[in-house]
T-cell receptor, first 113, second 112 residues
Framework: GENVEQHPSTLSVQEGDSAVIKCTYSDSASNYFPWYKQELGKRPQLIID?????GEKKDQRIAVTLNKTAKHFSLHITETQPEDSAVYFC????????????FGKGTTLSVSS | DGGITQSPKYLFRKEGQNVTLSCEQNLNHDAMYWYRQDPGQGLRLIYYSQIVNDFQKGDIAEGYSVSREKKESFPLTVTSAQKNPTAFYLC???????????FGPGTRLTVL
């Protein structure tokens, strides 16, 4: 069935470094790819998303890239700060009526100062 | 985010009991979702509804039931058939299936 693989499961960086999280999806017809950030004990919140007609999208220190041929998309965080420490989830929406988002298992990002 | 609420925040259940988790939204969203979150497992879809009086099973629907009698409400019942119900439950809503999902604050269910 449809699947979203997310790597790495944990990521530790020094403050100011960049962080990259990668996800792959199985259905080439997928057309919507959001990223969520979940701080400890809180609800997931959308930080950026991209649709299949776009290759890259940026929002300040955060960017998402999409490679439809390879069926993978990545989250890039530059100049990381301690407040970026959280669990990040990618997701993919399969282009089939009646289906819902499929989430990756999450990446725990730790930014040390 | 303030437009979607869940109650209670914490819930304790004895084995063999059914419990119902509440989810309400005032965002006028058509679609609503229930997820279960366990450590290291990400967000697993239990049930979702794209319109009133209609819902579909997700990946882990066994032992759960839902109803969607009103647009703004999507309650989840955890039945005694769910063998390992201790988890964090998240409700979400979106304008439609292709739009951003907004999450509620969650309910943490513990079986005693």
């Amino acid at each position: 069935g449809e699947n979203v693989e997310q790597h790495p499961s944990t990521l530790s960086v020094q403050e100011g470094d960049s962080a990259v999280i990668k996800c792959t999806y199985s259905d080439s017809a997928s057309n919507y790819f959001p990223w969520y950030k979940q701080e400890l004990g809180k609800r997931p919140q959308l930080i950026i998303d991209i649709r299949s007609n776009v290759g890259e999208k940026k929002d300040q220190r955060i960017a998402v890239t999409l490679n439809k041929t390879a069926k993978h998309f990545s989250l890039h965080i530059t100049e990381t700060q301690p407040e970026d420490s959280a669990v990040y989830f990618c997701a993919a929406l399969y282009n089939q009526a009646g289906t819902a988002l499929i989430f990756g298992k999450g990446t725990t990002l730790s930014v040390s100062s | 985010d303030g437009g979607i609420t869940q109650s209670p925040k914490y819930l304790f259940r004895k084995e063999g009991q059914n419990v119902t988790l509440s989810c309400e939204q005032n965002l006028n969203h058509d679609a609503m979702y229930w997820y279960r979150q366990d450590p290291g497992q990400g967000l697993r879809l239990i049930y979702y509804s794209q319109i009133v009086n209609d819902f579909q099973k997700g990946d882990i629907a066994e032992g759960y039931s839902v109803s969607r009698e009103k647009k703004e409400s999507f309650p989840l019942t955890v039945t005694s058939a769910q063998k390992n119900p201790t988890a964090f439950y998240l409700c979400a809503s979106s304008i439609n299936r292709e739009d951003t999902q907004y999450f509620g604050p969650g309910t943490r269910l513990t079986v005693l």
